[in-house]
């Protein structure tokens, strides 16, 4: 009876708003529409003392947490700086400002591209790549479709700079150009890559509509394939020493607990980094932004968002 176009109406009038997201958790249980964590609301005049106590705490907790349209508009954001940094790797240019549009204010992309890649492969699959993330950024806004944040201000020269100084990879006084040369692309990429599977496997708890949560969990399948890619170039480059440094840098960016590998475990190949269970980590937004912000406290802006993300999730720690 209800379609998916009226479910997705339902979203988008939900996103960034906690009240309006209230009801739409409380229209969706009544309607029957599959929305997890939305009860069928009981009548009022049968309801028991334990039930009325759960909904409210059901509710309050619905209150609490971020919209599903704040969780997809967050991740839009990090696609966004995903299909801009591969996108000038492999055409020299950016996102058409079709795509960039939205609520917030939109940013502009300082630096970037074309690399000179000497291995066809590694070309193809930066290729592969771009089109993948610039697919993802088209999905999310049209899911989001009247909500979706536009693109912020993006960094792609000085924030690699840091990145690397804070890593051990260059001198205080040196800088480092993602776009120079492969090898510096592999590099900056798996800066981004294995942030974006832990992001979406982070953010995945916070989504209540099925269907939104299903494109969410393709989407992570997809970044896991994009950070195998680019961590197996690496290994096949004998770049495990520079990757272990950037490793290193990212976990101390994003608290004391331990969520991040290099490619070499005890003199052995690391392609898919997980805990002793086989199972790969997660971060919350919050560690997210401590890492794409390059910076380990609260702040709101900084790194490759040097004025902050657009939507309602944008501070860290």
């Known amino acids: 009876m209800f379609g998916k176009t009226f479910v997705k109406e339902l979203i988008g009038r939900s996103a960034e708003n906690s009240s309006d997201r209230r009801r739409f958790l409380q229209s969706a249980g009544a309607l029957g529409l599959g929305v997890v964590g939305g009860s069928v609301l009981a009548s009022p005049a049968v309801a028991a003392p334990e039930q009325e106590a759960a909904a409210a705490e059901q509710e309050a907790a619905a209150a609490a947490a971020p919209s599903d349209g704040a969780v997809l508009n967050?991740?839009?954001?990090?696609?966004?700086?995903?299909?801009e940094f591969y996108l000038h790797a492999v055409n020299g240019e950016g996102l058409a400002d079709s795509f960039t549009t939205g609520k917030g204010t939109r940013g502009g992309v300082t630096g970037g591209r074309a690399v000179k890649f000497d291995t066809p492969a590694i070309k193809?699959?930066?290729?592969?790549?771009?089109?993948?993330?610039?697919?993802?950024?088209n999905f999310l806004r049209g899911a989001l479709g009247k909500a979706a944040v536009s693109r912020p201000t993006i960094d792609l020269r000085d924030s690699f700079t840091a990145a690397a100084r804070a890593a051990g990879l260059i001198g205080a006084t040196e800088t480092f150009d993602p776009y120079a040369n492969e090898n510096n692309f592999l590099l900056a990429a798996y800066l981004f890559e294995d942030v974006g599977v832990t992001a979406y496997k982070g953010a995945a708890p916070l989504i209540s509509n099925k269907t939104y949560l299903e494109a969410a969990a393709g989407?992570?399948?997809?970044?896991?394939?994009?950070?195998?890619?680019?961590?197996?170039?690496?290994?096949?480059?004998?770049?495990?020493?520079?990757?272990?440094?950037?490793?290193?840098?990212?976990?101390?960016?994003?608290?004391?607990?331990?969520?991040?590998?290099?490619?070499?475990?005890?003199?052995?190949?690391?392609?898919?980094?997980?805990?002793?269970?086989?199972?790969?980590?997660?971060?919350?937004?919050?560690?997210?932004?401590?890492?794409?912000?390059?910076?380990?406290g609260k702040v709101s802006k900084g790194g490759f968002y040097p004025k902050g993300l657009n939507g309602d999730v944008r501070v860290s720690g």
């Open 124 to 137: 193809q699959y930066a290729q592969e790549i771009a089109n993948d993330e610039r697919a993802h950024v």
């Open 219 to 296: 989407i992570l399948a997809v970044e896991a394939y994009h950070a195998a890619t680019i961590r197996t170039s690496l290994f096949e480059k004998d770049l495990a020493p520079a990757v272990e440094k950037l490793s290193a840098a990212r976990d101390s960016l994003d608290g004391k607990t331990e969520l991040d590998q290099g490619i070499l475990v005890n003199g052995r190949a690391n392609i898919n980094p997980t805990n002793k269970s086989g199972i790969a980590y997660s971060r919350t937004p919050g560690q997210v932004l401590n890492i794409v912000y390059l910076n380990p």
């Open 74 to 83: 967050f991740a839009l954001n990090l696609e966004y700086l995903e299909a």
